[in-house]
């Protein structure tokens, strides 16, 4: 009977002694590996997001030292008048505000405005060319300045001139008409360096 017990209590003692190196090891061998795998792995993301970011800067400097497209030129300073643009920009922004155009009228210069106004000296842009539009514009104040907005945020080279709102009503939520006049530039000195002319269709 003693050597039952005896047993029994060399199994506990075995058992007991066997779970303590196991903790030792988790413990000792074991948490630290992973806090070290967990330290790594924090390092890791943080060298990915430099990566990141340095990517994204060099990429940065590379569109600077690049510049804009010929094709982004284009937009901002086409070939000709290319009032067909301007008609398709204005309906878009009429769709986009709920805004309505009315007596749209285009007057196309044949030389730059610096050129008209002072010929004999010299110009920064003498090739330079403009496009006058006047319209009328219908809607609520607000529709009529997210149509502006919308206009002056267009790729095209645009200068609103003047924007005549007369005496506005108390309501603003009123329909109003409000006339209209901007500048839209061109030029066609540059024809030469252009591979693929940008059309409107």
């Known amino acids: 009977m003693s ?3 005896n047993t029994q209590t060399l199994l506990l ?3 007991a002694l066997l779970f303590l190196g196991l903790f030792a090891f988790y413990y000792f061998l074991q948490m630290p590996s992973s806090d070290k795998v967990k330290a790594q792995e924090s390092e890791l993301a943080t060298l990915n997001k430099q990566v990141q970011l340095l990517n994204k800067k060099v990429s940065e400097k ?3 030292v690049i510049g804009p ?3 982004e030129v284009q937009a ?3 070939l000709w008048d290319n009032t067909e ?3 398709l920009d204005l309906n878009k922004i009429k769709k986009d505000t709920d805004v309505s155009f009315n007596s749209i009228t285009y007057s196309i210069s044949e030389k730059s405005s610096q050129q008209q106004t002072d010929a004999a000296k010299k110009t920064a842009y003498p090739n330079v060319r403009e496009v006058k539009v006047t319209t009328s514009v219908a809607g609520t104040f607000k529709e ?3 149509a502006i ?4 945020a267009l790729p095209r080279l645009i200068k609103v001139d003047t924007v005549n709102y007369g005496s506005l009503p108390k309501d603003l939520t009123r329909k109003i008409t409000i006339n209209l006049t901007f500048t839209a530039f061109f030029d066609p000195s540059y024809k030469a360096k252009v591979d693929k002319v940008e059309t409107p269709y």
């Not at 907005?149 to 002056?152: F, G, K, M, N």
């Open 3 to 5: 050597n039952k017990n």
């Open 13 to 15: 003692f075995g058992a």
């Open 62 to 64: 590379q569109n600077a």
């Open 69 to 71: 497209s010929m094709k």
């Open 76 to 78: 901002a300073l086409p």
């Open 85 to 87: 643009q301007i008609t």
């Open 144 to 146: 009529i300045s997210d």
């Open 149 to 152: 907005t919308q206009l002056q």
